[in-house]
């Protein structure tokens, strides 16, 4: 089993930024990705971005060139940098981590909430 813990939610002005990090314990050994997700009222679960040990990384588009994922393996962390903020990125964001870039995902975080409003 493999446990994550994020952190690093909250509420930000539209244009802001926030940091999300995501800590993984129990049976890392079976992880080689570890990605964000991200569920708006209303909306299904989607991929914001992942990211695997050996560094490769897929986004969605709706995020590319504002977030950055990025991951420390020695600390078993992933991050996801987020600038220009805007509304419609109000969600909770979940740490997923997994054997593969393009998922499905094994195991999953707690989610944190992210709300972008003025």
């Known amino acids: 089993q493999v446990q994550l813990v994020e952190s690093g939610g909250g509420l930000v002005q539209p244009g802001g930024s926030l940091r999300l990090s995501c800590a993984a314990s129990?049976?890392?050994?079976?992880?080689?990705?570890m990605g964000w997700y991200r569920q708006a009222p209303g909306k299904q679960r989607e991929l914001v971005a992942a990211?695997?040990?050996?560094?490769?990384?897929n986004y969605a588009d709706s995020v590319k060139g504002r977030f950055t994922v990025s991951r420390d393996n020695a600390k078993n962390t992933v991050y996801l940098e987020m600038n220009s903020l805007k509304p419609e990125d109000t969600a909770v964001y979940y740490c997923?981590?997994?054997?593969?870039?393009?998922?499905?995902?094994?195991?999953w975080g707690q989610g944190t909430q992210v709300t972008v409003s003025s």
């Open positions: 997923a981590a997994g054997s593969r870039l393009r998922g499905p995902y094994t195991y």
């Open positions: 129990g049976s890392i050994f079976s992880i080689n990705a």
């Open positions: 990211i695997t040990s050996g560094l490769s990384t």
